[in-house]
């Protein structure tokens, strides 16, 4: 049988501020973690032995998981941000990665938003202009300009 709703309704009201002060230790959005361990918690087919011993684990639990997944996304974010693994070294094909991580860094933020959008992404300067918020013939001014700036960097002659 569920959990009642009288039941959750008062643990609610007497546990929900000390279980989010308890989950503030490790998680940044405690009162999530705190809204998942009563969603939980009315999910239970019977009523734990001692409720609120329960959703204290759990909430120490789901709080933990919250910062190891939050340590995580910090770290690829931050991976892409700077660019690490934008390209695979390869020495054939005469594509220095290191340079070009570099050269695609030293852009303006939406010049590399836009090159990156339309030659890896495969977007129209349509499709670009929608996700950035101008229009396409920006969009598009902009990502010769980026283009012009990375030959520039890269020692690459522009075409006549």
């Known amino acids: 049988m569920p959990v009642a709703a009288e039941l959750l309704a008062r643990l609610l009201e007497e546990h929900s501020s000390a279980l989010e002060l308890y989950a503030r230790q490790w998680s ?6 705190v809204q998942e361990a009563f969603v939980r918690l009315a999910r239970q087919s019977g009523t734990p032995a001692s409720p609120a011993a329960w ?24 991976a892409a941000a ?22 695609l860094r030293q852009l303006p933020e939406e010049t590399r938003e836009i090159v990156i959008a339309h030659l890896w992404g495969g977007l129209s300067f349509g499709e670009i202009a929608g996700l950035i918020g101008r229009s396409s013939s920006t969009a598009h001014r902009r990502y010769l300009e980026g283009i012009e700036e990375l030959r520039k960097h890269l020692g690459v002659p522009c075409p006549k």
């Open 55 to 78: 959703l204290f684990t759990v909430v120490r639990n789901l709080a933990i998981s919250d910062r190891r997944a939050s340590v995580r996304r910090a770290r690829h974010e931050s």
């Open 82 to 103: 700077n660019g690490d693994g934008w390209f695979e070294p390869d020495p054939a094909g005469g594509l220095d990665a290191s340079a070009a991580t570099q050269a």
């Open 28 to 33: 940044s959005s405690p009162a999530d973690v």
